[in-house]
DNA sequence: AGGAGCTACACGAG
DNA sequence: CTCGTGTAGCTCCT
């Protein structure tokens, strides 16, 4: 009785149930276990092999981080970032455009960490192309010891902060991205400060504890710059995503066996998968969108509608509608702003006719129950 | 570094 | 659908 007033009429989506989307796009145990296996022994390896080198790297930690590590993966276990995280003392961080996101990195005083003066470029600035060379230079020389798998690295992406390996075994073929990255002790930058609105969402002292955890910065060039010199670096908030996706209740229980479950992760994982069959149709004209945009739309939903009442499991396509209905008003006025910098817009003037061209793709979708979702699954055309 | 204890999740049984 | 079980990843402990 009560369960048949709960059930959506399915009013956005006709016949079409969500739900049933969804549970395709659960990872196999399987596969997660073999994929994990081959990772975790291939990242296990090189990270040894990283450490014991010179005294560069020695100090590293493995943090796992993006979709795999926030369990919103969709279809396959066939992506892993981690993120190599190196400490360093103090630095001073010098904005390098109005983005607040690039920095030049300088030391205030001779670094503790002898081994980083050789990276500093003729102005004394880190440079991250230096830093990433050096680190490339001993993986590619380490993959080559590797027995238990086949294992390349792939030719380096200008301006991009990750090594990606490719790990094939038998029929898996997995890429790894490996992020090198800053760990710096010191308060956030003033292109934060009105950044995190999760007062309302997660609260004000989860807020505060986010805040005083460190800086993230990844050897990332901006693609503005004229000339590409591979000395800038970008904040990276990747620990916090994590932990705000894995911990996304407005109360401690939600999701918690006893507690009330939400269908956040789950929005968040339809809209990424309906961006990726579009993608794969579209390659060309959806260059400048990634899921990253997705998941800065979810970060500003969940502050948005910040109660758990707001997204109840049963309200499944009630909230993701509210979701997508969000993120098309992001495309339309091609305005996005990052979630931690928010004057930073992720969707730039330049990107104008991508963000109209996804938004009518979108906008086709939702008017027609969603076609895409319904053409059946095929791990090839991946 | 290694392990105990915990959580989220897939998945099969009922 | 609900429940029990097994696994990967994480935290905290020594």
Redesign the pocket.
């Known amino acids: 009785m009560v369960a048949v007033a709960v059930r959506q009429p399915s009013s956005v989506v006709g016949s079409l149930r969500l739900r049933d989307v969804l549970s395709q796009l ?5 596969d ?2 073999e994929a ?2 081959l ?2 022994n291939v990242v296990s390896q090189l990270i040894q092999a990283i450490r014991s080198k010179d005294g560069t790297f020695n100090s590293i930690e493995r943090l ?1 981080a993006g979709s795999y ?1 926030e ?1 919103v993966k969709t279809s396959e276990p066939n992506e892993f970032d981690i993120m190599l995280v190196m400490p360093v003392a103090r630095l001073q961080l010098d904005e390098s455009d109005d983005t607040g996101a690039y920095y030049y990195l300088t030391f205030k005083r001779n670094p503790k960490e002898k081994h980083l003066l050789e990276f500093l470029d003729e102005d004394g600035k880190l440079s991250a192309f230096k830093m990433l060379q050096a680190l490339r230079e001993i993986i590619k020389r380490e993959v080559k010891h590797i027995k238990h798998a086949e294992v390349t690295v792939k030719r380096k992406k200008a301006g991009s902060p990750a090594i990606t390996l490719e790990i094939k075994h038998s029929t898996t073929e997995i890429s790894v991205d490996i992020i090198l990255t800053l760990e710096v002790q010191q308060s956030w930058p003033p292109s934060t400060q009105d950044g995190l609105k999760i007062e309302q969402w997660l609260g004000t002292k989860v807020r505060r504890d986010f805040r005083n955890k460190s800086i993230y910065l990844v050897a990332k060039q901006n693609k503005e710059e004229k000339v590409l010199r591979g000395n800038t670096w970008r904040l990276s908030f990747s620990h916090i995503e994590k932990a705000m996706i ?1 911990n996304h209740g407005q109360s401690k229980t939600c ?3 006893d507690g009330p479950k939400c269908c956040r ?1 789950a929005c968040l994982k339809l809209l990424k998968y309906l961006l990726e069959r579009l993608k794969m149709e579209h390659t060309k004209e959806l260059e400048k969108i990634c899921s990253y945009h997705v998941k800065t739309a979810f970060f500003h939903s969940c502050a948005m509608w910040p109660n758990d009442t707001d997204w109840h499991l049963g309200d499944l396509d009630h909230c993701f509608q509210k979701y997508l209905s969000y993120f098309l008003d992001c495309l339309r006025k091609s305005e996005l702003p990052h979630f931690f910098i928010p004057k930073y817009n992720l969707l730039s003037q330049q990107d104008k006719a991508s963000s109209n061209f996804l938004s009518r793709k979108i906008n086709n979708q939702l008017n027609n129950r969603f076609p895409i979702f319904q053409e059946s699954y095929c791990k090839q055309c991946l």
């Open positions: 659960s990872l196999g145990r399987q997660v276990s994990s296996g990772v975790n796992g590590y369990r894995n999701c918690e066996s992760k």
